[in-house]
């Protein structure tokens, strides 16, 4: 059943890989059997004699060469494979590429390391059914482009997704970000509390010794006062009460005893 839709098939006309250094084919497969080989080959055989072709390529780039009837699609990779696919002229492009990257990768699983050192050829019985499975399933662009819608949805609810994930993933670091902002105002808060808490009492502590000495100092100026007032008259009336006492007797004695006799005359 392979080979009949493999014989039936009129968009994907000829597969093949080549080693673009030395400018040969190590694999490849003319779709419809009645289609002659070297028609292909010569085209192939055309494209890889082109003038320093191994360094004008690109690694990865894609190249389309478009005919009247076929058009000429490959790429190469690092170690200089070249990838051919050759298609109806009016095949899509955004098919055939994709067609050729799935050669790419399952060529290079099976064949890495042989298709690098085997003769002309040496690869087409091996890879026939990897071409032949490739080609039946690009052959019909209708059924690849309705996978591609899907692959596509599937892309964009994927995309989506991300968006989403990226969305929740930044507003997550932003709740953590006012979180850290609310803590360390939180912490700032009680900082200044605290510090608020010590200045009000060191104030208090200033205000208490203030009104101390205020009280002493007044209880000092009080008492001199009082003692200028009460002390000083006390100590001054005694002189007086002393002057103003009666003579005693021994006194009056001695002054009568001393008291010149006058007498008259004669």
């Known amino acids: 059943m392979l080979e009949n839709s493999v014989k039936r098939s009129g968009n994907i006309k000829f597969v093949a890989v080549g080693r673009a250094i030395d400018r ?14 070297a028609q292909y080959l010569t085209a192939v055989k055309e494209v890889l004699s082109a003038p320093d072709f191994s360094n004008k390529v690109q690694t990865g780039a894609r190249y389309r ?3 009247e009837v076929n058009a000429f699609n490959f790429t190469t990779d690092a170690e200089h494979r070249i990838f051919i696919v050759i298609s109806g002229q009016d095949y899509p492009e955004r098919i055939v590429f994709p067609m050729i990257n799935d050669l790419v990768t399952k060529f290079k699983k099976e064949f890495a390391t042989s298709s690098l050192t085997c003769a002309p050829g040496g690869l087409n019985e091996k890879a026939r059914k990897l071409f032949a499975q490739l080609v039946e399933d690009y052959d019909d662009p209708s059924k690849k482009d309705k996978l591609a819608q899907v692959q596509s949805s599937v892309q964009d609810v994927k995309l989506n997704m991300h968006r989403n994930m990226d969305v929740l ?3 997550i670091d932003k709740g953590k970000a006012i979180e ?3 803590i360390r105002l939180q912490d700032q808060a009680s900082l200044f509390d ?3 808490t010590q200045l009000k009492r060191k104030e208090r502590c200033k205000a208490y010794k203030m ?4 009280i002493v100092s007044a209880i000092i100026v009080l008492g001199v006062i009082v003692f200028a007032f009460v002390g000083v008259p006390a100590a001054a009336a005694a002189p007086s009460i002393s002057s103003t006492a009666a003579p005693s007797p021994m006194a009056t004695t001695a002054a009568t005893t001393a008291a010149p006799v006058t007498s008259r005359p004669e």
Not at 24 to 37: I, R
Not at 211 to 214: A, E, H, K
């Open 24 to 37: 040969v084919l190590v694999a490849h497969l003319t779709v419809n059997k009645a289609d002659p080989d």
């Open 169 to 171: 993933l930044n507003n």
């Open 65 to 67: 060469l478009a005919g």
């Open 180 to 182: 850290a902002s609310s």
């Open 194 to 196: 605290q510090r608020a």
């Open 211 to 214: 009104w101390g000495c205020v």
